[in-house]
């Protein structure tokens, strides 16, 4: 399985349009080789380099998507709650709501870690979780992973 962007490549900048101090549109993804049984895909977008990359002290959520049907093979520039493929539903990030919210790290150059998941199941319906809710509710059922990160400094 594997995650690309056609903004930015593997450990390279992404551009300040995806920042929160840019346009913080989020950034057009795609994936291939999804196995076969996948049955729904789940993306968390998150900067494990929070508040500060020489001292990291938290994991900081950008974006949670889950139940993304494996029919589906990319995710358009700056998609919104509404325009989400049919049967794809939303978890709370750290901004304390929905949606995409970009890099606008305090300090240095910070990774955020594009994590695709593929799953054996259709999660229930969790009612906006957190990333820890909804890792809970994916244990067990995770097929294969892939990873994107993408830097940025402000």
């Given amino acids: 399985m594997q995650l690309s962007s056609s903004s930015f490549n593997h450990y390279t900048l992404m551009p ?3 920042a929160g101090n840019g346009e ?3 950034p057009p993804l795609s994936w291939t080789g999804i196995p076969f049984e996948t049955k729904s895909l789940v993306l968390i977008v998150d900067d494990p380099d929070a508040p500060d990359p020489t001292a990291p002290k938290m994991v900081w959520v950008h974006w949670i998507l889950y139940n993304i049907p494996p029919s589906v093979t990319e995710l358009k520039e700056g ?3 509404e325009n989400l493929p049919a049967g794809t539903l939303e978890g709370i990030t ?3 709501r929905t949606g995409y919210d970009g890099p606008c790290p305090p ?3 910070h990774r955020y870690v594009h994590k695709l998941y593929a799953l054996d199941i259709i999660l229930p319906d969790l ?3 957190t990333k820890a809710v909804l890792e809970k509710a994916m244990q067990g059922h995770i097929l294969e992973k892939t990873e994107l990160i993408g830097l940025y400094q402000k």
């Fill in 16 to 18: 300040k349009r995806y």
């Fill in 94 to 96: 750290d901004f304390r």
């Fill in 79 to 81: 998609i919104h709650s």
């Fill in 107 to 109: 300090i240095g150059k």
């Fill in 24 to 26: 913080n549109l989020s």
């Fill in 127 to 129: 009612k906006k979780p």
